[in-house]
């Protein structure tokens, strides 16, 4: 009876205990936005959503216009779910050379519905402008800050990886393994932060910020 009162109270206090160790999640800073757009290629796009979509609605081609700089509109060839966990991203292919580096474009969502077969906002379309390209400067410094920095630092350097700085991210780790590999879709960066592994799941990313991770390592080089 002793042996079950103790561990009993040994669960009880555990979570406090846990929240002080190197495992505690970062929440990500609170956005009002319903919807984010973010380059993969030089044709595709991630479009992330606050909340989990209908797969229906969300994977229509139809249900998009991408609006170039000239002013002409374009509808992606193929919209697929690509957030297998939390139906919350979508990537959006468009013809080949379509989009242009470090360029402004809008992106136009139309009666794409919630899980729940509610509109995502209330005029049921939403239009986002976004910049094409993934620098370490915006967005990855960021994410790295709020999720990865607390616990991979110049004074606490789980693994023996840091991510406090661009330098650092080049390191190895325990294991000799360099953290970063600029073009490699295997480095210990891009595998960590995958769904269901280890850094995805302690930080709580969310897919589209893993998706940032490995476009930004192989598509554009780990540019900084």
């Known amino acids: 009876m002793r042996t079950l009162r103790a561990v009993a109270l040994s669960l009880w206090i555990l979570p406090p205990i846990a929240l002080v160790g ?62 297998s966990l939390f139906g919350q991203a979508v990537q959006l292919v468009f013809p080949l050379g379509t989009l242009e580096d470090s360029t402004v474009y809008r992106l136009t969502v139309a009666g794409v519905q919630d899980a729940w077969g509610r509109p995502l906002s209330a005029g049921d379309s939403v239009t986002v402008e976004f910049k094409t390209g993934l620098w370490y400067s915006w967005p990855i410094r960021d994410v790295l800050a709020r999720k990865c920095d607390p616990c991979h630092n110049a004074g606490r350097a789980g693994g023996n990886y840091r991510t406090d700085s661009y330098a650092a991210l080049f390191g190895n780790g325990s294991d000799d393994n360099p953290n970063l590999v600029p073009g490699d879709a295997r480095c210990v960066l891009v595998l960590r932060t995958s769904p269901g592994h280890s850094m995805f799941n302690v930080a709580h990313l969310s897919s589209s910020e893993s998706q940032f991770f490995i476009n930004w390592i192989v598509t554009y080089q780990a540019r900084r």
């Open 22 to 83: 190197c495992d505690e999640p970062v929440v990500p800073s609170v956005t009002s936005e319903a919807i984010t757009v973010n380059s993969a290629t030089s044709y595709a796009v991630v479009v992330a959503f606050d909340r989990p979509v209908s797969r229906a609605s969300a994977t229509q081609s139809s249900r998009y216009a991408l609006t170039r700089p000239a002013g002409d509109r374009l509808l992606p060839s193929r919209a697929a779910l690509v957030d």
